[in-house]
């Protein structure tokens, strides 16, 4: 016997076709139309997995979904769904869901999604066995099987959730490997554009692995001047250069026992890129001024939005240190290949303002889920993100979010005319000065992000990096 599965479902048709799949697959099956009567067999019966509809008269399945986890939080629970509820759902499994299926669907997508649950189940046992106690990979299963369904979700302590959405197959795939690339220790490479999302899966890998109660270090190499990136990342001996008047630890301390993220690590000197092997090689480093050696334990995951093929042969990179990171080569699609996304990361976007600032439920309107399916968004999700957070601010206490709340004509110049506002009340100067004010400028509008500045301009950071040294 593979497992014992509690059908509900007030569809005859559908929970018949279920009840043969999994009987073929040799699972122990138990079908109900009333949950009722599925709840009174839960309370008398040792179940594994309750897959359960959405929309039934006598209980739905959020009501199903907080008995089982009130009384027997030990179940998994899959919700079956229309199109319409998938947001729903979505909430459904941060409560506890493991995972959900939308409808219509196959019998080898419905295989796939009962095997998933018991597949990753006897992981978390095996792991319970070993002797694992990170927060990350033991308690009852529930806890970790929620963590790698297709909607991945963490809280620690009283940290907000960090989740990834997402439902077309690419990213599918990318949430289904997740747990599997967390739970070891072997570097992380995530290449794609600014906004898709790499920070987030960066941060959901850390709290998936056996590190999760360790430090989380993140270092925005973009942002590193040239003459710190050293001191920065492995720390410094007081007197080793000037104003270094104190020992001081750098990003490899802090991390150890945790993970260390390097957001644009491409952008790293290239002769701090050697050292940085090292660590990846020996896991020990040098401080600045100091001939002693330094042990570390430190998973690293690096991200850049850099065509690294492109920068290796530009001599910007070394090829060993992208081949020594590249185990785990991860990229993340932009948004524009990901359509089908849309409508879920907006409603999800929406629901989460919404609770944010206690304001009532929202819809977003019909027209502007047409128009948000339909643009360009060359900012990807993080784009998108901002502008249902200014949607759900001016619409304020109105239930649905409209364009004109997104689109509001007092931003557009902001939008659309980014770089020519940063231009637009500069006077007659020296090329020299111009250049510093545009930079100023665009820093200013950017919060010091000198990557988004550097776009703003036309320009690469580095070149932000040297015009201000």
């Known amino acids: 016997m593979n497992g014992r599965v509690v059908l509900i479902d007030d569809d005859n048709l559908l ?21 009722v009567d599925a709840m009174d067999y839960l309370a008398e019966n040792k179940t594994d997995l309750v897959v359960t509809d959405v929309k039934m008269n006598e209980m739905t399945g959020d009501e199903v979904l907080d008995k089982i986890m009130s009384d027997h939080p030990d179940i998994g629970v899959i919700l079956i769904t229309g199109f319409g509820n998938v947001n729903h759902s979505v909430n459904a499994m941060r409560k506890g869901a493991f995972d959900y299926i939308t409808k219509p669907f196959t019998p080898q997508e419905f295989s796939y999604r009962i095997k998933r649950f018991f597949d990753n189940r006897s992981n978390g046992e095996q792991t319970q066995k070993q002797g694992h106690t990170s927060a990350s990979t033991t ?72 590190r999760a109660t360790g430090p989380y270090v993140k270092i925005n190499c973009a942002n590193l001047p040239t003459e710190l990136v050293e001191s920065t990342l492995f720390g ?13 630890k750098g990003a490899f301390d802090e991390a150890d026992g945790g993970t260390l993220l390097l957001d644009e690590i491409t952008e790293i000197d290239i002769n701090v ?5 090292r660590v990846l090689q020996e896991k020990e480093f040098q ?52 359509r089908e996304d849309i409508p879920l990361l907006a409603n999800y976007f929406c629901d989460n303002y ?13 027209e502007l889920m047409q128009n948000l399916v339909q643009r360009e968004w060359k900012g990807n999700v993080r784009e998108l993100d ?84």
């Not at 806890?143 to 963490?154: D, F, G, I």
């Not at 890129?273 to 092997?277: G, I, S, T, V, Y």
């Not at 901002?386 to 601010?393: E, M, P, S």
Request: glycine fraction near 6%; aromatic fraction near 4%.
């Open 15 to 35: 929970i018949s076709f279920m009840e043969e799949q999994l009987t073929l697959n040799g699972y122990s099956v138990k079908a109900f139309v009333s949950p």
């Open 236 to 248: 410094h001996m007081k007197g080793s250069f000037t104003g270094a008047i104190a020992d001081k």
């Open 273 to 277: 890129q050697a050292k940085l092997l």
């Open 139 to 210: 308690s009852a299963p529930r806890k970790e099987l929620r963590e790698q369904t297709a909607y991945v979700s963490k809280s620690s302590g009283s940290e907000p959730n960090t989740v990834m959405v997402g439902e077309t197959p690419t990213m599918k795939r990318l949430l289904s490997i997740l747990p599997k690339i967390a739970r070891n220790d072997a570097p992380v490479l995530i290449q794609s554009e600014s906004g898709t999302g790499k920070e987030v899966y960066a941060k959901l890998l850390h709290l998936n692995s056996n």
């Open 354 to 366: 919404t609770e944010q600032y206690n304001l009532p439920k929202k819809q977003i309107s019909e």
């Open 287 to 338: 401080r600045v001024g100091s001939q002693k050696p330094t042990s570390v334990d430190v998973r690293i995951i690096a991200t850049s939005n850099r065509n690294i093929a492109q920068a290796i042969g530009d001599g910007d990179f070394r090829a060993d240190l992208y081949y020594r990171l590249n185990v785990f080569p991860i990229t993340i699609p932009p948004l524009r290949e990901r």
């Open 386 to 469: 901002n502008l249902i957070h200014r949607g759900v601010i001016l619409s304020n206490e109105e239930t649905e979010v409209g364009v004109d709340h997104v689109d509001n004509n007092m931003f557009s110049g902001v939008d659309h005319q980014m770089g020519r506002e940063v231009l637009s009340d500069l006077p007659l100067m020296p090329i020299e000065e111009m250049e510093l004010q545009l930079i100023k400028k665009a820093l200013e509008r950017t919060g010091g992000n000198q990557k988004e500045a550097a776009k703003i301009l036309g320009i690469s950071d580095r070149t932000i990096r040297n015009k201000l040294k």
